[in-house]
């Protein structure tokens, strides 16, 4: 898997747009950028998955530049309840069929009243 | 929304003592999956498993960890001797058949206390 760098942690105010930014300088062709998120106590919860330039759900936003060197989480208006452990993974979909994910540290969003 | 389930939520047990930690993935998933978390550190991988057999497995996953599938709905991952270190968190995850994806879902997690 290619190597990950995120902040170790953010603050927010609520109702504030919070940007995650990943660096991955040495993301393969093949690899796929995902990001988890982490409640305390909880078990982690898949987010959001791109390859290249911009990815919307329900959730988040991903957005991927053309040379895919990093990448940015965007969480709209954040409230008190996104107060979490992001994390930013990038690797190989191999056909395997399953995919070990493999955590880092992620950045402790805390989330300000 | 379909989720996987882990039971109990907390074990305490002494030391030397087995421990059986017990998974209902969701019911169409094929691959399964334990990672543990000890307190303050990331997520670890410990194995994961399809179609009745172990898929990878860790260097965590040694000669006392085992897996198994007993019915068409558990998955449940044993530590035979357990040791002071082996407590944390143990997730259960699963994920789709052929999912060409880093989706999985897991657990709530089962809190190990090896004391």
């Known amino acids: 898997l290619a190597k990950t760098t995120q902040p170790i942690s953010m603050d927010s105010y609520e109702g504030q747009e919070v940007n995650i930014t990943c660096s991955h300088n040495?993301?393969?062709?093949?690899?796929?950028i995902t990001w988890y998120q982490q409640f305390p106590s909880q078990g982690p919860r898949f987010i959001i998955q791109g390859y290249k330039t911009k990815v919307t759900n329900e959730v988040a936003s991903l957005f991927i530049p053309a040379d895919r060197k990093s990448s940015t989480l965007s969480l709209p208006r954040v409230s008190l309840s996104d107060t979490a452990v992001y994390y930013c993974?990038?690797?190989?979909?191999?056909?395997?069929?399953?995919?070990?994910?493999?955590f880092g540290i992620g950045t402790k969003l805390q989330v300000i009243p | 929304e379909p989720e996987v389930t882990q039971t109990p939520s907390h074990q305490v047990t002494q030391m030397g003592q087995e421990v059986i930690l017990r998974c209902v993935p969701i019911s169409n998933h094929l691959y399964f999956y334990w990672y543990r978390q000890i307190l303050g550190q990331k997520v670890e991988f410990l194995v994961s498993?399809?179609?009745?057999?172990?898929?990878?497995k860790s260097e965590i996953f040694d000669d006392q960890f085992s897996v198994e599938r007993p019915d068409g709905s558990n998955f449940t991952l044993k530590i035979r001797s357990t040791k002071l270190e082996d407590s944390a968190m143990y997730f259960c995850?699963?994920?789709?058949?052929?999912?060409?994806?880093?989706?999985?879902?897991f657990g709530p997690g089962t809190r190990l206390t090896v004391t």
């Open positions: 498993f399809y179609n009745n057999e172990i898929s990878e």
């Open positions: 995850a699963s994920s789709e058949a052929l999912a060409v994806s880093y989706e999985q879902y």
């Open positions: 040495n993301i393969a062709t093949n690899d796929y």
């Open positions: 993974l990038v690797g190989d979909l191999h056909s395997g069929g399953y995919q070990k994910v493999t």
